[in-house]
Structure formats: C-alpha cells, structure tokens
C-alpha cells in the first residue's frame, strides 16, 4: 500500500532541482507512512476484543467497551458516576474465597473490586494479573479491624498488617463482570449453601472450607 501511494504521487511530480526532488520525495515518505500507520491503527483491537479473545470473563457477559474507560486516579480524586470500565494490575485478592480483589495501577492507585451482590467469585490465584473491570464505583472509609481483616484474607504478613493503625478512604468498585490475562487461573469459589461472601457490606469472622 505504501508503495502505491508512492507511484501515484510520483506520476504527478512536478519538474523540481535535484535539491527540490529529495525534499519532495521526503515528504511523500512522510506521508505514506502517516497513511499506512493510520490503516494498521484502524485494525488495532479494541478492549473488548482482547477481552474476548484473551482473557478470562468472571461474573456476566458485558462489553467492556460500553463503559469509558477511566483511570484508578481519577476514581481517587474525582467523582464518578454510571458505569465505568479501569485496567489495572491485581496485587491482592481474597485467597478463601475470591470474593474480592484490590487492582493497583503504575501510579500507585489502587481500588477494591468486589461483585454486586456477590453473585460471583474471582479466582484465588489471580495475584499478579492483569485485569479489565466493569461497574460502578463508590468510596467507603475502611475500619482498621476490616482493614486487617482484608489483608488476612489476602494472606498478608504479620508485619504487613501492624502496619494498619487508621481508617482508610478507598475506592470500591461494586463489578457485574471482570476479566483477568493469562492461563492457570483457579476455578471459582462455588459456596454451600447460603454464606457471607461480601465483607464491605456485613464484615464476618466465618470462614468457609477452601
């Protein structure tokens, strides 16, 4: 394609100083390539695509791409409202029973990630993971003793959680569908029964059976 772009312009080319020839035939390399970057963009895939074709859906089977895509920093400084789509890295997750998720992104924010109602679980090995989330986005101020209880669950250190000494304000986004990159994910958590399975409305001290 850019060759053809280069002959038909070359047909038309003015008589030009050997000087004017090379400016002029450097412009039209600009241009052809301008052109064939702009084709390959067109078939660049969306998110969804890649959602689609790459990675792991858990919880209902939504468009990411009907959602803006919005930062974890934005959702920290500015308030948001419907739904909303963020891209983020996995750095903890409930490892009883994948009923929540924190993603973090290269800025350092970061957001919990639970979904609504807890109809749906995310595997338990996700740590690490790339992950697209759909849904809404709310901020709660976390206790210290849910705080603690959250890091316990996500297997944290004893050091790790003498660190937690106050309240936290965070990001909570309340998903109907996360997707997550790459194979070797673990089969969700499937509950007996009926059970507490969302610790940011009814925080429990039950633990199930892994």
């Known amino acids: 394609m850019l060759r053809r772009h280069l002959r038909i312009a ?14 002029y035939g450097a412009s039209l390399l600009l241009a052809g390539l301008a052109t064939a970057l702009l084709t ?16 792991s859906r858990y919880g209902s089977d939504v468009d990411p791409a009907t959602a803006p895509l919005v ?35 290269v800025s350092g924010s970061e957001a919990y990630v ?16 790339r992950a697209l989330v759909h849904g809404t986005v709310a901020t709660t101020t976390l206790s210290v003793d849910l705080q603690r209880e959250l890091a316990t669950d996500s297997g944290a250190s004893e050091r790790v959680l003498a660190r937690i000494k106050a309240p936290k304000t965070v990001a909570v986004i309340t998903a109907d569908a996360i997707w997550i990159q790459g194979s070797g994910l673990a089969d969700p958590y499937r509950p007996v029964g009926a059970e507490t399975s969302d610790p940011f409305d009814s925080p429990s001290d039950e633990r199930p059976t892994p």
């Open 10 to 23: 070359s047909a038309a080319r003015p008589a030009l100083s050997p000087r004017g020839r090379r400016a």
């Open 40 to 55: 390959v963009g067109c078939k660049t895939p969306t998110i969804a695509e890649s959602a689609r074709d790459h990675w």
């Open 71 to 105: 930062s974890l920093g934005l959702l920290d400084s500015s308030p948001v409202t419907g739904a909303v789509t963020v891209d983020g890295t996995v750095d903890a997750v409930d490892t009883i029973r994948g009923a929540w998720l924190r993603l973090r992104d």
């Open 114 to 129: 639970r979904f609504a109602g807890g109809q749906s679980y995310a595997p338990r090995n996700a740590l690490g993971r």
